[in-house]
């Protein structure tokens, strides 16, 4: 499985974006796909995700209302609608995917098995 990541760039505080993460062809019925971020001088933390299947998706509690994570199964790719940026939310994100993760796993980077590179996004204030 292949990611590719895109959509990022420099906004202003209270903007939009989209960031798009396409997935090489494959099945993915087993696949939670997640976006994770990491800001310079911070950790990687867990953003959002959603089962490839069903559609469930799952948030950090920071973003909850702000941002939006979604699937298109019929282009492979997944998105994350992110309204009302703040400069907090300046990272650099990647996309994930996971084959049979549980609840417990989703925030947990290193229970993926696929990373897209990343795509950076800048928020000025």
């Known amino acids: 499985v292949q990611l590719q990541a895109s959509g990022g760039g420099l906004v202003q505080a209270g903007d939009s974006l989209r960031l798009s993460c396409a997935a090489s062809e494959g099945t993915f019925s087993t696949y939670t796909m997640a976006w994770f971020r990491q800001a310079p001088g911070k950790e990687r933390e867990f953003v959002a995700a959603?089962?490839?299947?069903?559609?469930?998706?799952y948030y950090e509690n920071s973003i909850k209302g702000r941002f939006t994570i979604s699937r298109d199964r019929a282009k492979n790719t997944m998105y994350l609608q992110m309204n009302s940026l703040k400069p907090e939310d300046t990272a650099v994100y990647s996309c994930a995917a996971g084959s049979r993760l549980i609840l417990s796993d989703f925030g947990r980077s290193g229970r993926y098995d696929y990373w897209g590179q990343g795509t950076q996004v800048t928020v000025s204030s």
């Open positions: 959603i089962r490839w299947i069903g559609g469930s998706t």
